[in-house]
């Protein structure tokens, strides 16, 4: 006899699973996170690739034990009565509280780890997989019925509850952070692209960093766009305002009123000095993948002066050889490795667990607690500025010996070192085709705002001048064919009066910039360096 079609044969077959679409659709997502994690193993090869040219031997093992995980899938995906099975699985589970503790205990172990174990860091896509996954199994065993007629069990609303309380407490600190109340600081988003950045120690910041890990708006990269970089240290990291205000914006909008597309782009390191956001070894990582046709070096005249001879293990050392060339310190080799590798990381892949870990205040706690009993450094290491140190009688700060109208033998050392390291980058950016330019960032300390309050002022302060270093860059600039911004000249040629000038600048005029100071440093070098009376730079 023959058997006659039945048109309804699939849909038979299929109906054992199609009445737990929720389980299928959370196992179809699943299977995709762990393919995911998959690819990232597979194409991560090692430097010794014993096996096909391209893994060692363990990681091998682990891709073959990871690739065995496709079998539990399949077992819970495929077979007619695999749902029945996982319900009641997860029965199970929710009903033995020990079993049910010791699973989630597993999954957080696990979890710690990407947040604590840097290794993770190397499989972003793997990373980022296996926290949803977590989230998935977590959610599955918490809030599942596979029995509908069994009541939540106490344990699973003990650990419902104390989610929920984290999520509040985490909640408080995002509504504090949003309002600007929160007395806290975190700046781990830094060098982590769409990191989070807050603080509120002068002005009061919330943002993300771009896709390179900077605090600053998103890099368009056009290629047939002029690109004008501005390097320097934290004055032009700017963690003082949001990142729309910085002074790279204010000059792009400046410069693009008259001119073709140009796209200004600020590079702001925490602290280091010329020594390494002016670095010719960094160029290759740091600037060229930006294609830069201008490099503007924003240096600070306080912050950025070397003050000490010997190594501190905290951050480089230059001394000046025989032949005139900058070398680093031999103790610090290591350090300034170390600090050049905190930028780059930036320019690595995106790293989803580490970028929602910068986001949250609890976990970013958690990582410097960690960090702490493991007496381990931050990510982003930061140093005191000279700043800092100010004081009455060395107003400032670490570098005041710098400042002192005689000169010594040891403010010529530190001026050798600025002017030889500037040098260097000036010839790196040659060899490159891209142009250099050079502005200052005065200092204007306590004392200098108490002695001219309310009068005309000089950059006479007792034994010092305010703008000497300033004035022994001019001629270097000039000789070396570098167009130089002196902006504390450029102030007083301004008519600018002190209180004009504190507004410049946080903390009574000794802070970092402002807002408006952000803007009137985007004019300066607007009017200096692109606009129709450029060349006016206020050198005395």
């Not at 840097?118 to 596979?146: C, E, F, N, R, T």
Request: charged content about 15%; glycine content about 8%; hydrophobic content about 45%.
């Amino acid at each position: 006899m023959e058997e006659l079609y039945d048109p309804l044969a699939l849909e038979k077959k299929l109906a054992p699973k199609l009445s737990h679409a929720e389980y299928i659709l959370l196992l179809v997502i699943a299977v995709m996170l762990w393919t995911a994690g998959f690819v990232d193993l597979f194409t991560h090869t090692t430097p010794d690739g014993q096996i096909f040219g391209l893994y060692s031997a363990p990681f091998f093992i682990l891709l073959v034990l990871y690739t065995l995980g496709y079998a539990f899938w399949f077992g819970l995906i495929v077979p007619r009565d695999s749902i029945t099975w996982l319900k009641r699985g997860l029965a199970y589970i929710q009903n033995h509280a020990a079993v049910g503790v010791t699973i989630l205990a597993a999954l957080g172990a696990i979890l710690f780890t990407m947040f604590v174990w840097d290794q993770w860091l190397s499989y972003p896509l793997l990373a980022a997989a296996m926290l949803i996954l977590i989230v998935v199994v977590v959610g599955m065993i918490l809030l599942a019925k596979p029995e509908p007629h069994v009541k939540m069990q106490n344990w699973r609303k003990v650990v419902l509850v104390a989610a929920l309380a984290y999520l509040g407490v985490e909640g408080a600190l995002q509504i504090g952070a949003l309002f600007k109340i929160l007395p806290a600081q975190n700046t781990s988003g830094l060098f982590v692209p769409h990191g989070r950045v807050y603080q509120n120690r002068e002005g009061a910041a919330n943002g993300l960093t771009n896709r390179y890990g900077y605090y600053y708006p998103p890099f368009r990269l056009k290629a047939d766009a002029r690109k004008i970089v501005l390097v320097g240290d934290t004055f032009v990291q700017a963690l003082q305002i949001q990142p729309e205000q910085n002074m790279g914006i204010g000059l792009e909008k400046q410069i693009r009123k008259n001119e073709r597309d140009t796209e200004v782009l600020a590079i702001g390191f925490p602290g280091y000095g010329l020594g390494l956001y002016a670095d010719p070894i960094l160029y290759p990582y740091i600037l060229k993948p930006l294609s830069p046709n201008e490099v503007v070096v924003v240096f600070h005249l306080v912050n950025d002066l070397q003050t000490q001879t010997a190594s501190a293990n905290t951050i480089p050392q230059f001394s000046v050889d025989d032949q005139g060339n900058v070398v680093t310190h031999p103790d610090d080799v290591v350090t300034r490795h170390t600090l050049q590798h905190v930028v780059i990381t930036g320019y690595e892949p995106v790293k989803p667990v580490q970028a929602l870990q910068s986001q949250l205040f609890t976990l970013t706690l958690v990582d410097s607690l960690w960090r702490g009993f493991r007496n381990q450094p931050p990510l982003v290491p930061t140093f005191p500025a000279n700043t800092d140190s100010a004081t009455d009688t060395a107003p400032f700060g670490a570098s005041s010996f710098v400042f002192e109208r005689e000169g010594s033998a040891a403010s010529a050392r530190s001026m050798a070192i600025v002017k030889g390291l500037l040098k260097n980058f000036k010839q790196h950016l040659d060899q490159q085709g891209v142009k250099m330019r050079l502005v200052t960032i005065p200092y204007f300390p306590a004392a200098f705002y108490q002695q001219y309050q309310g009068r005309a002022w000089s950059p006479a302060l007792g034994k010092y001048d305010v703008f000497r270093p300033e004035r022994e860059l001019g001629p270097f600039a000039q000789e070396n064919d570098i167009a130089f911004l002196p902006m504390g000249q450029f102030i007083r040629q301004a008519g600018l009066n002190t209180d004009e000038i504190k507004a410049l600048f946080y903390k009574d005029g000794t802070g970092h910039l402002t807002p408006q100071g952000h803007a009137y440093f985007a004019q300066a070098m607007y009017a200096c360096f692109y606009g129709a009376d450029r060349g006016a730079c206020g050198i005395e």
